[in-house]
């Protein structure tokens, strides 16, 4: 899970690089969320042409639907988040995801989750609280998007597990990842802007990186509890805040140091808070 978390902020790395370009149009979110996805897949295509049309076969349809949805928008709301704000602070806010994926897994899983796992929630919370810096007047857009983002992928996170339960990673992510290229593609029509070749490597990057990801989460969420590993997510704000400074010059705030240290706690309270086991 800390590893897949690199390549997840690599990904949104490679979003805030194409929209920061110099050269070329500045391209709508929903043509980036559809780069994503059609580069993502095009990863994927090699192995998909050695499985066959059986790769495509699935008893869970609705669960794959539903995985779709939240993950279409989470990704879109996401790369539009980082285009409004600094990289590590709107990967920041939108990974408070595993707090509302521990909800989710409460009311849809059934989990059980000891109270000490709450009390790593509202420190989280809190955490998100300094980062969106109210008292200096940043209850911004940026930072809405980059909420409702977590909203969504804590949907997503609950949905994963169902579907690794039952399908096979592949099976998984070429039903995600075809089904998401054509519903960003189709939303993407409007505002769609031919690319500079500069921003080719960017989106191909997007979808690739992303694509590896995904199958260490798949394979994270098949062996663990979603209460457990959620709070893993966590570690990616390491990773955002060291390419935030590497490839954008982002140098983190008191504000992100604060709050990020309070959601690193929160992770840590909630991963290793386990319920006990009644023999």
């Given amino acids: 899970m800390i590893v897949s978390c690199a390549f997840f902020a690599g990904a949104n790395a490679c979003a805030k690089g194409v929209q920061i370009l110099e050269v ?5 979110p929903l043509q980036i969320a559809f780069a994503r996805f059609a580069f993502g897949f095009l990863t994927l295509l090699p192995f998909i042409l050695r499985r066959g049309r059986r790769v495509f076969r699935t008893r869970i349809p609705i669960t794959h639907g539903l995985r779709i949805i939240f993950g279409a928008a989470g990704v879109t709301a996401s790369f539009a988040a980082v285009g409004m704000m600094p990289l590590a602070d709107a990967i920041a806010i939108a990974w408070t995801s595993p707090i509302f994926a521990m909800i989710f897994a409460i009311l849809f899983l059934r989990e059980r989750v000891v109270p000490l796992r709450w009390a790593g929630a509202a420190l ?3 955490g998100v609280v300094i980062m969106n810096q109210p008292g200096a007047g ?8 980059a909420l409702l983002s977590a909203v969504l992928v804590g949907a997503e996170v609950v949905t994963i597990r169902l579907l690794a339960q039952s399908d096979d990673p592949l099976t998984i992510l070429a039903i995600n990842n075809l089904s998401g290229a054509v519903i960003s593609g189709c939303a993407a029509i409007p505002v769609f802007q031919m690319p ?18 995904q199958l260490l989460f798949i394979r994270a969420a098949a062996i663990g509890e979603a209460s457990f590993i959620a709070p893993f997510y ?18 983190p705030g008191l504000h992100l140091l ?14 290793f808070a386990r319920p006990r086991v009644v023999a």
């Fill in 24 to 28: 070329g149009p500045d391209l709508h």
């Fill in 124 to 126: 989280g919370l809190v």
């Fill in 138 to 145: 940043v209850l911004q857009t940026g930072a809405l998007v």
């Fill in 196 to 213: 500079d070749l500069a921003q080719l490597p960017y989106l191909i990057g997007v979808g690739s990186v992303m694509v590896c990801g």
């Fill in 234 to 251: 966590y570690s990616t704000l390491i990773y955002a805040a060291l390419f935030g400074l590497l490839f954008f010059g982002e140098i």
């Fill in 258 to 271: 604060a709050g990020g240290g309070l959601i690193v706690a929160s992770g840590l309270v909630i991963a």
